[in-house]
Protein backbone atom coordinates (compact mmCIF):
# COMPACT_ATOMS: atom_id res chain seq x y z
CA UNK A 1 0.00 0.00 0.00
CA UNK A 2 0.88 3.58 -0.76
CA UNK A 3 1.99 5.79 2.53
CA UNK A 4 -0.05 8.67 2.99
CA UNK A 5 1.79 12.06 3.29
CA UNK A 6 2.44 13.89 6.28
CA UNK A 7 3.28 17.37 6.68
CA UNK A 8 4.69 18.52 10.75
CA UNK A 9 4.69 22.15 11.61
CA UNK A 10 6.42 23.12 14.90
CA UNK A 11 6.03 26.10 17.57
CA UNK A 12 7.70 26.69 20.73
CA UNK A 13 10.91 25.10 22.34
CA UNK A 14 13.55 22.35 21.72
CA UNK A 15 12.05 19.94 23.40
CA UNK A 16 8.49 20.17 21.15
CA UNK A 17 11.31 20.15 17.45
CA UNK A 18 13.11 16.60 19.49
CA UNK A 19 8.84 15.69 20.04
CA UNK A 20 8.21 16.21 16.19
CA UNK A 21 11.22 13.87 14.99
CA UNK A 22 9.67 11.39 17.27
CA UNK A 23 6.09 11.54 16.02
CA UNK A 24 7.76 10.93 12.64
CA UNK A 25 9.11 7.81 13.46
CA UNK A 26 6.17 6.32 14.97
CA UNK A 27 3.98 7.21 11.79
CA UNK A 28 6.73 6.25 9.89
CA UNK A 29 5.04 2.87 8.44
CA UNK A 30 1.85 4.62 7.29
CA UNK A 31 3.59 8.33 6.71
CA UNK A 32 6.38 9.54 4.51
CA UNK A 33 7.20 13.39 5.82
CA UNK A 34 6.84 16.01 3.15
CA UNK A 35 7.73 19.61 3.05
CA UNK A 36 4.68 21.16 1.71
CA UNK A 37 1.54 21.65 3.83
CA UNK A 38 -0.85 21.79 0.80
CA UNK A 39 0.45 18.06 -0.49
CA UNK A 40 -0.14 16.83 2.55
CA UNK A 41 -2.82 14.14 3.92
CA UNK A 42 -2.32 14.49 7.17
CA UNK A 43 -1.16 17.94 9.00
CA UNK A 44 0.23 17.94 12.75
CA UNK A 45 0.51 21.18 14.26
CA UNK A 46 2.99 20.67 17.53
CA UNK A 47 2.17 23.67 19.60
CA UNK A 48 3.10 25.40 22.53
CA UNK A 49 1.17 27.27 25.45
CA UNK A 50 3.76 29.00 26.69
CA UNK A 51 2.53 32.74 26.22
CA UNK A 52 -0.87 33.49 24.92
CA UNK A 53 0.84 34.87 21.62
CA UNK A 54 2.44 31.41 21.24
CA UNK A 55 -1.25 29.81 21.11
CA UNK A 56 -3.10 32.66 19.11
CA UNK A 57 -0.44 32.07 16.50
CA UNK A 58 -1.61 28.55 15.99
CA UNK A 59 -5.43 29.28 15.92
CA UNK A 60 -4.69 31.45 13.31
CA UNK A 61 -2.23 29.03 11.29
CA UNK A 62 -4.86 26.55 11.71
CA UNK A 63 -7.51 28.74 10.22
CA UNK A 64 -5.20 28.94 6.90
CA UNK A 65 -4.84 25.30 7.07
CA UNK A 66 -8.39 24.65 7.46
CA UNK A 67 -8.83 26.11 3.90
CA UNK A 68 -6.50 23.17 2.26
CA UNK A 69 -9.64 20.91 2.93
CA UNK A 70 -11.08 22.50 -0.15
CA UNK A 71 -9.39 21.20 -2.63
CA UNK A 72 -8.33 17.75 -0.50
CA UNK A 73 -11.34 16.24 0.96
CA UNK A 74 -9.54 13.42 2.57
CA UNK A 75 -7.41 15.63 4.25
CA UNK A 76 -6.92 15.19 8.13
CA UNK A 77 -5.47 17.90 10.97
CA UNK A 78 -3.97 17.19 14.06
CA UNK A 79 -2.97 19.44 16.75
CA UNK A 80 -0.35 17.68 19.41
CA UNK A 81 1.93 18.96 21.95
CA UNK A 82 0.99 21.25 24.34
CA UNK A 83 -1.80 23.16 23.09
CA UNK A 84 -3.30 19.97 22.82
CA UNK A 85 -2.80 19.16 26.35
CA UNK A 86 -4.02 22.13 27.88
CA UNK A 87 -7.05 22.74 25.58
CA UNK A 88 -7.97 19.21 24.80
CA UNK A 89 -11.86 18.95 23.31
CA UNK A 90 -12.57 22.29 23.53
CA UNK A 91 -9.93 22.55 20.53
CA UNK A 92 -12.68 20.61 18.66
CA UNK A 93 -15.11 23.22 18.74
CA UNK A 94 -12.63 25.58 15.99
CA UNK A 95 -14.00 23.02 13.73
CA UNK A 96 -10.61 22.53 11.91
CA UNK A 97 -9.51 19.76 13.50
CA UNK A 98 -9.72 16.01 13.47
CA UNK A 99 -7.12 14.74 16.02
CA UNK A 100 -5.81 16.27 19.08
CA UNK A 101 -3.04 14.16 21.16
CA UNK A 102 -1.30 15.62 23.65
CA UNK A 103 3.59 15.08 24.54
CA UNK A 104 3.13 11.88 26.24
CA UNK A 105 0.48 10.11 23.99
CA UNK A 106 2.18 10.19 20.43
CA UNK A 107 2.31 6.06 20.32
CA UNK A 108 -1.63 6.05 20.40
CA UNK A 109 -0.95 7.79 16.75
CA UNK A 110 -1.73 5.00 14.56
CA UNK A 111 -4.59 3.78 16.28
CA UNK A 112 -6.61 7.10 16.33
CA UNK A 113 -5.84 7.75 12.80
CA UNK A 114 -7.35 4.71 11.82
CA UNK A 115 -10.08 5.33 13.73
CA UNK A 116 -13.76 6.49 12.09
CA UNK A 117 -14.49 8.94 14.43
CA UNK A 118 -14.29 12.36 13.98
CA UNK A 119 -13.34 13.35 17.31
CA UNK A 120 -9.95 11.49 18.19
CA UNK A 121 -7.99 12.54 21.23
CA UNK A 122 -5.61 11.23 23.43
CA UNK A 123 -4.28 13.38 26.57
CA UNK A 124 -3.32 10.95 28.78
CA UNK A 125 0.03 12.24 30.60
CA UNK A 126 2.53 9.56 31.46
CA UNK A 127 4.62 9.07 34.51
CA UNK A 128 7.00 6.79 32.97
CA UNK A 129 7.01 7.55 29.04
CA UNK A 130 9.89 8.81 27.85
CA UNK A 131 9.92 7.14 24.32
CA UNK A 132 13.69 5.69 24.59
CA UNK A 133 13.43 2.97 22.46
CA UNK A 134 11.64 5.20 19.57
CA UNK A 135 14.44 6.43 16.50
CA UNK A 136 13.58 9.96 15.61
CA UNK A 137 13.11 10.21 12.02
CA UNK A 138 15.15 13.44 11.62
CA UNK A 139 13.95 14.67 8.82
CA UNK A 140 14.59 18.29 8.86
CA UNK A 141 18.12 18.12 9.54
CA UNK A 142 21.49 19.70 8.46
CA UNK A 143 23.02 16.52 9.20
CA UNK A 144 25.94 17.71 11.67
CA UNK A 145 23.69 18.83 14.52
CA UNK A 146 20.64 16.63 16.34
CA UNK A 147 18.74 17.04 19.52
CA UNK A 148 18.44 14.39 22.16
CA UNK A 149 15.87 14.35 24.47
CA UNK A 150 17.07 13.11 27.91
CA UNK A 151 13.62 13.98 30.64
CA UNK A 152 10.23 15.30 30.05
CA UNK A 153 7.91 17.08 32.10
CA UNK A 154 8.63 19.36 35.02
CA UNK A 155 8.13 19.13 38.80
CA UNK A 156 9.34 22.69 39.44
CA UNK A 157 6.47 24.33 39.38
CA UNK A 158 7.36 27.97 38.71
CA UNK A 159 4.07 30.01 39.51
CA UNK A 160 3.77 31.94 36.08
CA UNK A 161 4.36 28.71 34.04
CA UNK A 162 2.20 26.68 31.91
CA UNK A 163 4.65 23.48 31.21
CA UNK A 164 4.37 21.00 34.59
CA UNK A 165 0.41 21.04 33.62
CA UNK A 166 1.06 20.59 29.63
CA UNK A 167 4.23 18.31 30.50
CA UNK A 168 3.88 16.36 33.71
CA UNK A 169 5.96 15.21 36.00
CA UNK A 170 9.40 15.15 35.28
CA UNK A 171 10.86 11.57 34.18
CA UNK A 172 14.51 10.41 33.32
CA UNK A 173 15.56 8.63 30.28
CA UNK A 174 17.74 5.23 30.31
CA UNK A 175 21.20 6.58 29.92
CA UNK A 176 22.29 3.77 27.76
CA UNK A 177 19.64 4.26 25.34
CA UNK A 178 20.66 8.28 24.98
CA UNK A 179 24.77 7.31 24.93
CA UNK A 180 23.37 4.90 21.99
CA UNK A 181 21.59 7.58 20.23
CA UNK A 182 24.71 10.07 20.58
CA UNK A 183 27.24 7.36 18.89
CA UNK A 184 24.77 6.36 16.02
CA UNK A 185 24.36 10.26 15.00
CA UNK A 186 27.98 10.23 15.25
CA UNK A 187 28.85 7.01 13.19
CA UNK A 188 25.75 8.79 10.57
CA UNK A 189 28.42 11.96 10.28
CA UNK A 190 26.96 13.95 13.01
CA UNK A 191 29.16 16.41 14.84
CA UNK A 192 27.05 18.15 17.51
CA UNK A 193 24.39 16.58 19.73
CA UNK A 194 22.29 18.96 22.11
CA UNK A 195 20.93 17.25 25.25
CA UNK A 196 17.23 18.63 26.61
CA UNK A 197 15.29 18.90 29.46
CA UNK A 198 13.24 21.47 30.70
CA UNK A 199 15.71 21.03 33.88
CA UNK A 200 18.46 19.06 32.69
CA UNK A 201 20.04 19.29 35.98
CA UNK A 202 17.78 17.21 37.93
CA UNK A 203 18.36 14.11 35.45
CA UNK A 204 18.71 10.72 37.39
CA UNK A 205 18.27 7.54 35.81
CA UNK A 206 19.66 4.23 37.52
CA UNK A 207 22.35 6.09 39.27
CA UNK A 208 23.84 7.93 36.80
CA UNK A 209 22.97 11.96 37.49
CA UNK A 210 23.03 14.85 34.54
CA UNK A 211 26.85 15.04 35.15
CA UNK A 212 27.65 11.68 34.85
CA UNK A 213 25.71 11.29 31.56
CA UNK A 214 27.44 14.59 30.48
CA UNK A 215 31.18 12.94 30.82
CA UNK A 216 29.87 9.20 29.34
CA UNK A 217 28.46 11.10 26.31
CA UNK A 218 31.37 13.49 25.51
CA UNK A 219 33.63 10.15 26.12
CA UNK A 220 31.92 8.89 22.58
CA UNK A 221 34.74 10.91 20.60
CA UNK A 222 36.17 13.94 20.75
CA UNK A 223 35.15 15.33 17.71
CA UNK A 224 31.43 15.27 18.72
CA UNK A 225 30.36 18.31 20.06
CA UNK A 226 27.66 18.30 23.30
CA UNK A 227 25.69 21.27 24.43
CA UNK A 228 22.76 21.01 26.80
CA UNK A 229 19.58 23.07 27.86
CA UNK A 230 18.16 23.89 30.36
CA UNK A 231 19.69 24.44 33.46
CA UNK A 232 18.05 25.61 36.75
CA UNK A 233 20.37 27.83 39.00
CA UNK A 234 18.85 25.98 41.99
CA UNK A 235 20.60 23.20 40.71
CA UNK A 236 23.49 23.93 38.48
CA UNK A 237 25.91 22.05 40.40
CA UNK A 238 29.65 22.57 40.57
CA UNK A 239 30.14 18.79 39.76
CA UNK A 240 28.58 18.95 36.08
CA UNK A 241 30.75 22.31 36.21
CA UNK A 242 33.82 20.83 36.85
CA UNK A 243 33.24 17.78 34.10
CA UNK A 244 32.06 20.77 31.86
CA UNK A 245 35.73 22.23 31.89
CA UNK A 246 37.58 19.02 32.21
CA UNK A 247 35.80 17.46 28.43
CA UNK A 248 36.80 19.88 25.78
CA UNK A 249 34.12 18.56 22.90
CA UNK A 250 31.43 19.85 26.05
CA UNK A 251 30.62 23.53 24.56
CA UNK A 252 31.56 26.07 26.66
CA UNK A 253 27.84 27.96 27.04
CA UNK A 254 25.06 27.89 29.69
CA UNK A 255 21.84 28.79 29.46
CA UNK A 256 20.79 29.71 33.28
CA UNK A 257 17.22 31.30 33.27
CA UNK A 258 17.29 34.46 35.64
CA UNK A 259 13.55 35.39 35.27
CA UNK A 260 13.95 38.82 37.36
CA UNK A 261 17.17 40.30 39.40
CA UNK A 262 14.67 40.95 42.55
CA UNK A 263 14.56 38.33 45.48
CA UNK A 264 10.57 39.40 46.36
CA UNK A 265 9.69 39.08 42.34
CA UNK A 266 12.17 35.99 42.11
CA UNK A 267 9.87 34.30 45.42
CA UNK A 268 6.49 35.01 43.89
CA UNK A 269 7.68 32.79 41.10
CA UNK A 270 8.20 30.34 42.40
CA UNK A 271 12.08 30.32 41.52
CA UNK A 272 13.39 28.79 44.65
CA UNK A 273 16.98 30.70 44.80
CA UNK A 274 17.38 34.57 45.35
CA UNK A 275 19.52 37.32 43.67
CA UNK A 276 22.94 36.60 45.71
CA UNK A 277 22.62 32.58 44.31
CA UNK A 278 22.31 32.92 41.13
CA UNK A 279 25.58 35.50 41.35
CA UNK A 280 27.02 32.87 43.27
CA UNK A 281 26.43 30.39 40.30
CA UNK A 282 27.74 32.97 37.80
CA UNK A 283 30.92 33.28 39.80
CA UNK A 284 31.25 29.59 40.21
CA UNK A 285 30.41 29.21 36.21
CA UNK A 286 33.39 31.78 35.77
CA UNK A 287 35.79 30.10 38.20
CA UNK A 288 35.63 26.69 36.16
CA UNK A 289 35.46 28.54 32.94
CA UNK A 290 36.38 31.55 32.03
CA UNK A 291 35.74 31.27 28.95
CA UNK A 292 31.88 29.69 29.05
CA UNK A 293 29.33 32.21 27.53
CA UNK A 294 25.95 32.87 29.65
CA UNK A 295 22.36 33.61 28.24
CA UNK A 296 19.80 34.28 30.21
CA UNK A 297 15.63 34.46 30.10
CA UNK A 298 13.76 37.35 31.67
CA UNK A 299 10.17 38.06 32.36
CA UNK A 300 9.02 41.95 32.27
CA UNK A 301 5.95 43.10 34.25
CA UNK A 302 5.28 39.66 36.37
CA UNK A 303 1.81 40.54 38.58
CA UNK A 304 2.47 43.35 40.64
CA UNK A 305 6.52 44.12 40.02
CA UNK A 306 7.69 47.55 40.52
CA UNK A 307 9.67 50.24 38.71
CA UNK A 308 12.37 49.15 41.60
CA UNK A 309 11.93 45.94 41.14
CA UNK A 310 12.63 46.18 37.72
CA UNK A 311 15.30 48.23 37.92
CA UNK A 312 16.79 45.13 39.82
CA UNK A 313 16.68 43.10 36.84
CA UNK A 314 18.60 46.00 34.64
CA UNK A 315 21.34 46.02 37.15
CA UNK A 316 21.55 42.13 37.56
CA UNK A 317 22.12 42.55 33.61
CA UNK A 318 24.64 45.18 33.54
CA UNK A 319 26.17 42.69 36.86
CA UNK A 320 26.44 39.39 34.95
CA UNK A 321 27.10 40.96 31.67
CA UNK A 322 24.71 38.26 29.35
CA UNK A 323 26.14 37.22 26.30
CA UNK A 324 22.73 36.46 24.77
CA UNK A 325 19.27 36.85 26.63
CA UNK A 326 15.89 35.40 25.31
CA UNK A 327 12.99 38.20 26.96
CA UNK A 328 9.63 38.66 27.41
CA UNK A 329 6.34 40.16 28.56
CA UNK A 330 4.72 38.36 30.97
CA UNK A 331 1.09 36.54 29.67
CA UNK A 332 -1.13 35.30 32.40
CA UNK A 333 -1.67 31.55 31.58
CA UNK A 334 -5.09 30.16 33.04
CA UNK A 335 -4.41 27.56 35.74
CA UNK A 336 -1.12 28.28 37.48
CA UNK A 337 -0.56 29.59 40.30
CA UNK A 338 -0.04 32.87 39.57
CA UNK A 339 -3.39 33.51 37.36
CA UNK A 340 -5.30 31.74 40.68
CA UNK A 341 -4.04 33.51 43.15
CA UNK A 342 -2.29 36.88 41.95
CA UNK A 343 -3.33 39.73 39.99
CA UNK A 344 -2.00 40.67 36.25
CA UNK A 345 -1.64 44.56 36.98
CA UNK A 346 1.44 45.63 35.08
CA UNK A 347 -0.51 47.52 32.21
CA UNK A 348 0.37 46.59 28.91
CA UNK A 349 2.29 49.51 27.89
CA UNK A 350 4.50 49.45 31.04
CA UNK A 351 4.97 45.41 30.56
CA UNK A 352 5.99 46.93 26.59
CA UNK A 353 7.90 50.00 28.05
CA UNK A 354 9.73 47.70 30.51
CA UNK A 355 10.92 44.87 27.86
CA UNK A 356 12.41 47.63 25.22
CA UNK A 357 14.72 48.35 28.09
CA UNK A 358 16.26 45.15 28.91
CA UNK A 359 16.08 44.73 24.98
CA UNK A 360 18.35 47.81 23.90
CA UNK A 361 20.41 46.67 27.39
CA UNK A 362 21.21 43.30 26.19
CA UNK A 363 21.86 44.44 22.45
CA UNK A 364 24.28 46.57 24.34
CA UNK A 365 26.07 43.65 26.14
CA UNK A 366 25.37 41.64 23.04
CA UNK A 367 27.14 43.64 21.13
CA UNK A 368 30.58 44.34 24.23
CA UNK A 369 30.37 40.69 24.38
CA UNK A 370 31.12 39.88 20.83
CA UNK A 371 33.39 42.86 20.37
CA UNK A 372 35.85 40.95 22.88
CA UNK A 373 35.83 38.07 20.58
CA UNK A 374 37.41 40.63 17.42
CA UNK A 375 40.82 39.79 16.42
CA UNK A 376 40.51 36.46 18.86
CA UNK A 377 40.90 32.77 16.55
CA UNK A 378 38.13 29.81 17.27
CA UNK A 379 37.25 26.43 16.60
CA UNK A 380 34.18 27.12 14.53
CA UNK A 381 31.93 23.37 13.19
CA UNK A 382 30.89 24.45 9.75
CA UNK A 383 27.33 23.96 9.53
CA UNK A 384 26.26 25.24 5.87
CA UNK A 385 26.00 27.70 3.57
CA UNK A 386 25.35 31.50 5.29
CA UNK A 387 22.96 33.47 4.09
CA UNK A 388 24.87 36.21 3.61
CA UNK A 389 25.94 34.75 0.03
CA UNK A 390 27.14 31.06 -1.50
CA UNK A 391 30.66 31.90 -1.41
CA UNK A 392 30.19 32.52 2.96
CA UNK A 393 30.09 29.08 5.42
CA UNK A 394 28.56 29.67 8.56
CA UNK A 395 28.45 27.62 11.35
CA UNK A 396 29.12 27.98 15.74
CA UNK A 397 31.83 28.33 18.13
CA UNK A 398 31.90 26.51 21.24
CA UNK A 399 30.42 29.47 23.13
CA UNK A 400 27.14 29.08 20.87
CA UNK A 401 27.59 31.90 18.72
CA UNK A 402 27.46 32.29 15.01
CA UNK A 403 30.57 32.80 12.90
CA UNK A 404 30.35 33.47 9.42
CA UNK A 405 33.70 32.94 7.40
CA UNK A 406 34.16 32.56 3.28
CA UNK A 407 34.06 28.93 2.62
CA UNK A 408 37.39 28.37 0.86
CA UNK A 409 37.66 24.48 0.78
CA UNK A 410 36.22 23.44 4.21
CA UNK A 411 33.07 21.19 4.32
CA UNK A 412 30.05 21.08 6.47
CA UNK A 413 30.88 19.16 9.50
CA UNK A 414 34.31 19.85 9.66
CA UNK A 415 36.06 21.96 12.77
CA UNK A 416 38.19 25.21 11.29
CA UNK A 417 40.35 27.87 12.73
CA UNK A 418 38.49 31.41 12.31
CA UNK A 419 40.62 34.41 13.00
CA UNK A 420 37.31 37.13 14.11
CA UNK A 421 37.61 40.27 11.94
CA UNK A 422 34.11 41.96 12.72
CA UNK A 423 30.95 41.61 14.38
CA UNK A 424 27.56 42.92 15.04
CA UNK A 425 25.72 42.64 18.03
CA UNK A 426 24.45 38.89 16.81
CA UNK A 427 27.08 37.72 14.60
CA UNK A 428 30.97 37.12 14.57
CA UNK A 429 33.00 37.51 10.77
CA UNK A 430 35.88 36.38 10.20
CA UNK A 431 38.56 34.44 7.77
CA UNK A 432 39.58 31.38 8.19
CA UNK A 433 43.34 30.00 9.56
CA UNK A 434 45.48 27.27 8.20
CA UNK A 435 46.00 25.08 10.92
N1 LIG B 1 12.40 25.12 31.63
C1 LIG B 1 13.01 26.29 31.22
C2 LIG B 1 12.13 27.29 30.53
C3 LIG B 1 11.04 26.87 29.66
S1 LIG B 1 9.97 28.12 29.09
C4 LIG B 1 13.53 26.97 32.44
O1 LIG B 1 12.95 26.97 33.48
O2 LIG B 1 14.55 27.56 32.30
C5 LIG B 1 11.05 29.32 28.39
C6 LIG B 1 10.92 30.68 28.98
O3 LIG B 1 9.64 31.21 28.73
C7 LIG B 1 11.07 30.76 30.48
O4 LIG B 1 12.40 30.74 30.91
C8 LIG B 1 10.40 32.08 30.79
O5 LIG B 1 11.31 33.15 30.69
C9 LIG B 1 9.37 32.21 29.68
N2 LIG B 1 8.01 32.03 30.19
C10 LIG B 1 7.47 30.95 30.78
N3 LIG B 1 6.19 31.17 31.15
C11 LIG B 1 5.92 32.45 30.80
C12 LIG B 1 4.76 33.29 30.93
N4 LIG B 1 3.66 32.86 31.52
N5 LIG B 1 4.85 34.56 30.43
C13 LIG B 1 5.97 35.01 29.86
N6 LIG B 1 7.08 34.26 29.71
C14 LIG B 1 7.07 33.00 30.17
FE1 LIG C 1 8.39 26.25 33.59
FE2 LIG C 1 9.87 26.64 35.73
FE3 LIG C 1 9.58 24.17 34.76
FE4 LIG C 1 11.03 25.99 33.43
S1 LIG C 1 11.51 25.13 35.44
S2 LIG C 1 9.49 24.61 32.56
S3 LIG C 1 9.95 27.88 33.84
S4 LIG C 1 7.98 25.41 35.67
FE1 LIG D 1 5.97 25.60 24.78
FE2 LIG D 1 5.40 23.24 25.68
FE3 LIG D 1 7.90 23.87 25.11
S1 LIG D 1 4.49 25.11 26.36
S2 LIG D 1 7.95 26.04 25.55
S3 LIG D 1 6.26 23.73 23.68
S4 LIG D 1 7.20 22.53 26.72
Not at 11 to 18: H, P
Not at 201 to 222: H, Q, T, W
Not at 238 to 249: A, I, Q
Request: proline residues 3%; hydrophobic residues 30%; glycine residues 6%.
Amino acid sequence: MNKGKLYIETYGCQMNFSDSEIVASVLSDDYDVIDKATEADLILINTCSIREHAEQRVLNRLSELNALRKNNSRLQIGIIGCMAERIKEELFKTGSVDLVVGPDAYRSLPTLLKKESRVNINVLLSETETYDDIHPIRYDTNGISAFISIMRGCNNYCSYCVVPYTRGRERSRNPQTIINEALSLFEKGYREVTLLGQNVNSYCCDGVNFARLMKSVAEINPLLRIRFATSHPKDLSDELLEVMSSCSNICKSIHLPAQSGNDRVLKAMNRKYTRRWYLDRIASIRKYMPECSISTDFITGYCDETEEEHQDTLTLMQTVSFDYAYMFKYSEREGTRSANTKADTVPEEVKARRLTEIITLQQELSGKSNLKDVGKTMEVLAEGTSKRSEEHFFGRNSQNKVVVFPRGSCSKGEYVSVRITSCTSATLTGNLIDN
